[in-house]
């Protein structure tokens, strides 16, 4: 079966940096996505990564190894606003998106 | 630039009700669309993707069904709501194709079925 695997819930304080992890197992793969979810609002797109290595992009940035199935979005210089889920999704060989339930994040100050 | 809508944006329905909900894409032409339910605390899921006109695949056997009468035009429907229908409904597009990328949502339909 496909499965991505997240953390349920994280919490980091102001200022700091978070590492969220997702490890998936799916049926062929063509790419992994993070997305940031506010409570009761859609999904907004963060970042793609098809390629081995990390792609930063502000205060985001995002890791991916194909051989372990593993990838993590990193924030840094975190913000209140910052407090969301954040949803890892794979593209599979049929080239639709397997979800992860999704990591809630809570920021303190 | 894209735009994609839904509504309506909240519904309270009896169970044993129809559903209609509605989503349109603005500014881009043939995209792929999708409908999708959010349980609360849970991970999207699946129901339904079209790749064009009148195009409809199922990802879940249910009582729901979907249609494309126009090319970005995406309507979920039911004919008697079940209690396990209830929850978070969202609409995204993609450009078209199978290399398309990342999927962009509408704001989502919050269903609660009574």
């Known amino acids: 079966g496909q499965n991505i695997d997240q953390p349920t819930e994280m919490t980091a304080t102001e200022g700091a940096i978070v590492q969220i992890n997702c490890t998936y197992q799916t049926s062929g793969f063509n790419g992994l996505f993070w997305y940031q979810q506010h409570a009761g609002e859609a999904p907004t797109f963060l970042s793609y990564?098809?390629l081995d290595g990390l792609e930063e992009k502000g205060r985001f940035s995002s890791f991916l190894s194909r051989s372990k199935g593993y990838s993590y979005l990193l924030l840094k210089e975190l913000q209140m606003k910052d407090s969301a889920s954040y949803l890892c999704?794979?593209?599979?060989?049929?080239?639709?998106?397997?979800w992860g339930a999704g990591t809630k994040l809570i920021i303190k100050p | 630039s894209q735009t994609i809508h839904q509504w309506p944006a909240t519904l309270v329905q009896p169970v044993g009700s129809p559903l209609s909900l509605e989503c349109t894409v603005e500014?881009?032409?043939?995209?792929?669309l999708y409908w999708y339910r959010q349980a609360a605390g849970r991970g999207l899921q699946l129901l339904f993707y079209?790749?064009?006109?009148?195009?409809i695949s199922s990802e879940v056997p249910q009582n729901l069904s979907a249609s494309r009468p126009q090319d970005r035009q995406f309507i979920l429907s039911s004919k008697k709501l079940l209690l396990s229908d209830s929850g978070f409904y969202l609409c995204?597009?993609?450009?078209?194709?199978?290399?398309?990328?990342?999927?962009?949502f509408g704001p989502g339909t919050r269903l609660t079925v009574t």
């Open positions: 999704a794979v593209k599979d060989s049929n080239y639709q998106l397997i």
């Open positions: 500014g881009t032409s043939n995209p792929n």
């Open positions: 079209s790749v064009g006109i009148g195009q």
């Open positions: 990564n098809v």
């Open positions: 995204a597009w993609t450009l078209g194709g199978r290399e398309a990328g990342e999927q962009y």
